[in-house]
């Protein structure tokens, strides 16, 4: 079945620094990288997504990017403000939909 | 648009009961839910694919008699924990897929379901 490996596990930031997290996948069959953010007791929250067709996609501070022949995907979140503090996942997914989710960082954003 | 609700929000029971969690898709068919476990400070662990209509597909590890899974309509699958032990204990979230508008594979989850089993 289908690995995924997140790095770090931990990660803080000053704030209005960039802020970074990788993944590789195992399973050359994931067509779909998701990013989460979930806070505490709270469900996971999609903040970026991308497709293995793409090798970058951006939405304002956010970023991924895809090196499909590598099988890493990363999460690049620039600026970082304080409300950026929480728990991210990457995920893998195939076209049957089922999703591979990373162990999570927890990103701290020092005002 | 893709909201999915669980319900309840929390639960409390003793060792030994069965709960039984539904999510629901308020406003799309959903062919497919997901069922997923997150302990604290840990990632979400699939538990079992549910297929409106079939069995649900467990992933290893995962007793299928333990976790009930039913999923009879486009809209509503419920997962029942049997017998539940204080292990059992944990954030139980669901995912459901669209239909019509999916957009590749994105899956909307629902807020999820604590469970503390005394």
């Known amino acids: 079945g289908e690995n995924v490996e997140q790095h770090p596990s931990t990660l803080s930031v000053q704030e209005g620094d960039s802020a970074v997290i990788k993944c590789t996948y195992s399973?050359?069959?994931?067509?779909?990288f998701p990013w989460y953010k979930q806070e505490l007791g709270k469900r996971p929250q999609l903040i970026i997504d991308i497709r293995s067709n793409v090798g970058e996609k951006k939405d304002q501070r956010i970023a991924v990017t895809l090196n499909k022949t590598a099988k890493h995907f990363s999460l690049h979140i620039t600026e970082t403000q304080p409300e950026d503090s929480a728990v991210y996942f990457c995920a893998a997914s195939t076209n049957a939909g089922k999703s591979t989710f990373g162990d999570g960082t927890t990103l701290t954003v020092k005002p | 648009g893709a909201v999915v609700s669980q319900h309840p929000s929390w639960v409390i029971c003793k060792s030994g009961t069965s709960v039984k969690i539904e999510c629901r898709s308020l406003?799309?068919?959903?062919?497919?839910m997901f069922w997923y476990r997150q302990f604290p400070k840990q990632s979400l662990m699939l538990m079992a694919t549910s297929n409106e209509g079939s069995k649900a597909t467990y992933e290893q590890g995962v007793e299928k008699d333990k976790f009930l899974i039913n999923h009879a309509s486009l809209t509503l699958s419920t997962l029942t924990v049997t017998s539940a032990h204080p292990e059992d204990s944990s954030f139980y979230i669901c995912?459901?897929?669209?239909?019509?508008?999916?957009?590749?594979?994105?899956?909307?989850f629902g807020p999820g379901t604590r469970l503390t089993v005394l």
């Open positions: 406003d799309f068919q959903a062919t497919t």
């Open positions: 399973d050359s069959a994931s067509n779909y």
């Open positions: 995912s459901a897929r669209d239909l019509l508008t999916t957009k590749y594979n994105e899956q909307f």
